[in-house]
């Protein structure tokens, strides 16, 4: 087992390719191989809790880690940070949807199943493949990642942390939540423009020559906690494994049924763990890609052609107004058979046209795996009022665009197959448009009015992490253009 790159035949191990995050010609590292569990082995993972299961899986990939070192990750991310202690609880609304509820951590968003672990994993990489050196994690958010990096790397020796987030593009909760995080390490920063604009923006400075030198004269190293850096990656494999093995535990699936896993999708990330999940042993029949609508996703995954060219829209899942989906290009390296040269040629195409088209035998490949479809925000809306009445289920925007896509998929497909559906964050995360969903009456312009009303119409508690915001201070005020990053950054360290 090595890593490689999806434009480059290059060779590198795990804690390589998690320290440096991207590689340097601006290609994914990508597993050389997909390390296999047996059936025999998924019935030892039903035994297990979260933490075995997660010491278990990722020990396929990080060949270089001794079992300590693994345990030493897992224990540090995982114990104590969620609720009950269970990082991934489902939940069944019926014998075909099962909601892997993904938002018990201490941002109540999905990333922190990933972002609690990767400082631990990339603290331990940095200190096989590059010792001395303090890490500079540069991450550019639509809301969520920014705030669950934050929390993963507050205070964590030998790493700083820069956070770039679109100005009028995150909620007001989400921006609350990174705006006041502590910490003697992190820097935060609003700039003028779209998600895109600061993903572009960061990807930009990494390859940046002057910035590469600045540096490397204070003893220094850029890394990536957005979902291009394998380490985020591997630990979004361990709960669609684990949700599997929750079902095969309650009965309500046996060892070896087929599953399909629908996910709210924007930067491709979370689906690709699914998919890798599938590739190492776990029977997934069908991944049901959901977008909102900026659906560039549902247009590639049934026609083959990548188009950016199109207008941006801001939605009320905004976690997933995304033009670029940059895990795509670690999908598209694995189904042309790891072969990096056209791979590069697509990427080099979409940075320089915005456009790209796969060969049809690549398309048959995708709709072989793949249902891909989108939901406006309307149709959001009415699922969170149906949900709600209907079920007594509460979701947030993102996981609702899932659950309506599921639902088409389902009607279309007449495919009864249990369905694994990631919920992507707690509905008191975008409480705007989930209690407007659910309650007719005026909507309390203030924050926290807003979520005590939420919990008072629907029955449920404010989690901690976001009623706790409200005696917090705002620390962090500084918005740039996008031209003025690198600058920020240079200030800052
Ligand atoms: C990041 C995020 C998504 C999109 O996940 P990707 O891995 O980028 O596809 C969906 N929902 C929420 C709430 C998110 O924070």
Redesign the pocket.
Known sequence: MHFTSTRNDLQVTAAQAIAQGISSEGGLFVPSEFPAVSAQELQKLVRMNYKERAAALLSGYLTGFTPEEIEYCVNGAYTGTFDNDRPAPVYSLDKERHILEL?HGPTC???DLALQILPFLLTVSAKKSAPDKTIVILVAT????GK?ALAGFADVPGTKIVVFFPQNGVSPMQQLQMTTQKGSNVAVCAIEGNFDDAQTGVKKIFGDAAMQKFLQDKKMEFSSAN?INFGRLAP?IVYYFSAYCDLVRDGKIKLGDSVNVA???????????AYYAKQMGLPVKKFICASNKNNILTDFLTSGVYDRNRPFYTTS?P??D?LI???LERLLYHLCGNDAKTTAKWMTQLSKTGRYEVAPEILAKIKEEFYAGFCDEESTQETITELFKNEKYLC????AVAVKVYADYRKAAGDTTPCII?S??SPY??ATAVLSAIDTEAIPEDGFELLEKLSAVSGTPVPAPLSGLKSQEVLHKSCVKKEEMAEFICKFL
């Open positions: 938002w968003a999905f990333k639509s809301g969520d990642t669950a979902s979004q996910v709210p999708t924007g930067n491709f990330g979370n689906i690709l763990a899942s976690s997933m995304i989906s940059s895990n947030d925007t993102h996981t990631a992507t964050a995360k975008f």
